[in-house]
């Protein structure tokens, strides 16, 4: 009697309900942060406005894709390709809290080959996060920054 070996397959989850930047709707716990590009009209307040990144949208796409991808703590729940958007789950490290980060990729409406990001961060518990969001977006932002220099 022979045994089947079992089938082993890899699955891409590709969300098709990704966060909606335009139509976002902050709750009122200070437990989340927003960045977002200045073109972009949203009905949240940005904390901040995104930097201008100097790179074709669909190459800071991909080196996005790369850094989450490698992030310790960080996993890629979803990713939807055409709106260069990524869903990420980011595990804290002592207390293993989850919380949800979206990011999408925003090229330049003034014809440049420049891009900027839309980035959500927040808490899934909890009414304070003691600037955990905040920390998490500024060393995103600042890890591509410094990650285009080193590339260029």
């Known amino acids: 009697m022979s045994r089947a070996c079992p089938r082993t397959e890899t ?4 969300m098709s ?4 930047f335009e139509t976002l709707v902050r709750p009122d716990t200070p437990n989340t942060y927003l960045v977002l590009p200045a073109g972009l009209n949203s009905t949240a307040e940005a904390d901040k406005s995104s930097p201008v990144f100097g790179e074709p949208a669909e190459a800071l796409y ?22 260069m958007q990524l869903e990420i789950v980011a595990t804290t490290k002592l207390l293993k809290f989850k919380d949800d980060v979206s990011v999408r990729v925003c090229p330049s409406t003034d014809g440049t080959q ?31 920054k410094g990650n285009a220099a080193a590339t260029a």
């Open 62 to 83: 991909q080196r996005l894709k790369m850094l989450a991808g490698t992030k310790d703590g960080w996993t890629i729940a979803a990713q939807d390709d055409e709106k």
């Open 114 to 144: 420049t891009s900027e990001l839309a980035v959500y961060s927040r808490s899934r518990l909890g009414k304070y996060d003691f600037k955990a969001n905040q920390k998490r977006v500024h060393s995103l932002l600042s890890e591509l």
């Open 17 to 20: 309900k990704t966060v909606s």
């Open 11 to 14: 699955y891409i989850f590709i």
